[in-house]
């Protein structure tokens, strides 16, 4: 069976609005607020309740579409895990690209499970996960991030990112990244309502290696996005690595904007700060913008900056300062 998309088509393959790629796979619409998990969700009129009801209807490799639509949060009783290849997320959302605030919202609360660590996890090859705003309020012992991404060649596009939970938790993170070839574009991953009282590293992002077993942060790139933080102490910072190689060939960062909340009870001593000098990779920082951070983008070695003055003093290399 396909989708039964009434609007405009070319050619027999549908054309939707808003970023929602055509695609020759089945399209399946999801309303946790008005659908049914008895319906086909092959129509908009028909849509399913869960998310994890449609995950369930794809099939790998099929370039697939999962179409988040209403205004009611996306409830899950569980992880969401992604294993399969090629398939999109999308949330119909009525802006051209939220950079946080999406409409369309996929939350996980309180559970038992250990295998919950996340909200979302993703080891699928080529998926993509567009104008969603993940949230994970979970206090099991496992649950410490919000996207958990192990896979290859991911897109994440205009999603927000975050965790309200285990902020006293060093290690926790709204994103944990041990992904290959991944690409953020245009996301907010951490906030700057809940403090942080974690006296280590509670980061945006997390890149310690194999957290997810056998997966590397690897050939991955930010752009354009917002990392939010409302620190409690020296050691929160924005990107963490506890080892030497948890950086493979490259991790880029294109025009970040590092935010630490003017309410913030700590300044970070770095905004990346790793466990140990980079052996097995760089991390490159192009023109990033930073206040309520320290004026040392990082002392790690393997940290480069391209700016007005990759030397990182404060009037030069992007830092905020208060105009007069």
Not at 27 to 32: H, S
Not at 182 to 209: F, M, Q, W
Not at 273 to 280: I, L, N, P
Request: glycine residues 10%; negative net charge; contains cysteine.
């Amino acid at each position: 069976m396909s989708s039964n998309f009434t609007g405009l088509v070319s050619n027999g393959v549908p054309i939707f609005g808003n970023g929602i790629p055509a695609t020759k796979g089945r399209v399946f619409f999801v309303d946790y607020g008005n659908g049914s998990d008895s319906y086909d969700g092959l129509d908009i009129t028909r849509p399913f309740k869960t998310v994890a009801v449609a995950l369930g209807q794809c099939t790998t490799n099929n370039y697939d579409v999962i179409c988040l639509i209403g205004s009611s949060t996306h409830t899950l009783t569980a992880m969401l895990d992604v294993s399969i290849n090629r398939v999109a997320i999308i949330g119909l959302d009525n802006s051209p690209g939220r950079r946080y605030g999406q409409r369309q919202k996929v939350s996980l609360g309180v559970t038992t499970a250990a295998t919950d660590i996340a909200t979302i996890k993703n080891t699928g090859v080529g998926n993509v996960y567009m104008n969603i705003k993940f949230m994970n309020a979970n206090t099991v012992d496992e649950g410490l991030y919000c996207v958990a991404d192990g896979g290859e060649y991911a897109q994440w596009l205009n999603c927000e990112m975050y965790k309200s939970t285990d902020l006293d938790e060093d290690g926790a993170a709204e994103l944990l990244c041990n992904a290959d070839s991944a690409e953020y574009i245009n996301c907010t991953i951490g906030s700057n309502v809940d403090a942080v009282t974690a006296t280590g590293a509670r980061p945006c992002v997390l890149l310690s290696r194999e957290t997810l077993t056998g997966k590397v942060c690897r050939d991955t790139s930010f752009r354009n996005c917002l990392f939010w933080r409302k620190a409690g102490a020296v050691g929160n910072f924005f990107v963490y690595g506890s080892g030497a190689t948890d950086v493979e060939r490259m991790l880029l960062f294109e025009n970040p904007i590092f935010f630490n909340t003017k309410l913030a009870a700590s300044t970070p001593a770095q905004t990346i700060g790793m466990g140990a000098s980079q052996t097995e990779g760089y991390v490159l920082v192009t023109n990033p913008a930073l206040v309520g951070s320290a004026t040392s983008l990082s002392t790690t070695a393997g940290v480069f900056a391209i700016g007005p003055d990759p030397s990182g003093a404060a009037a030069t290399m992007g830092i905020s300062i208060q105009c007069s």
